[in-house]
């Protein structure tokens, strides 16, 4: 079992960069595929990064692609999630995810991931 805390979230203008971190405790990280999702208020939690246990192969939502980095320093045992040009509807709760099954490659469905952390506030002002 692995338990997860994310931070830094927090108010940033549109065109602003935040970085969010996700640092596991527990299992060891490399066990894990570990995704990020956000969820939105009146919105289904949706998809928004994802990397493989060794962080060799990533995977990202259409609309964060190019904008968005998500990596890992298993010796930390902490995923980050760098955002930049960020846009008033990245505003969410962002949460990361780990996925102890193993997988040839990372899932995009929430239900696939097994252990979530609390969340973090992403506010973004136009």
């Known amino acids: 079992q692995v338990q997860l805390v994310e931070s830094g979230g927090g108010l940033v203008q549109a065109g602003g960069s935040l970085r969010l971190s996700c640092a596991a405790s527990?299992?060891?990280?490399?066990?894990?595929?570990m995704g990020w999702f956000r969820q939105a208020p009146g919105k289904e939690r949706e998809f928004v990064a994802a990397?493989?246990?060794?962080?060799?192969?990533?995977y990202y939502a259409d609309s964060v692609k190019g904008r968005f980095t998500i990596s890992r320093d298993n010796a930390k045992s902490t995923v980050y999630l760098q955002m930049s040009s960020l846009k008033p509807e990245d505003t969410a709760v962002y949460y990361c995810?780990?996925?102890?099954?193993?997988?040839?490659?990372?899932?995009?469905?929430?239900?696939?991931?097994?252990?979530w952390g609390q969340g973090t506030q992403v506010t973004v002002s136009s």
């Open positions: 990397i493989t246990r060794r962080g060799i192969s990533t």
């Open positions: 995810a780990a996925d102890a099954y193993y997988r040839s490659s990372a899932s995009i469905e929430p239900n696939d991931y097994d252990y």
């Open positions: 527990g299992r060891t990280l490399s066990n894990y595929i």
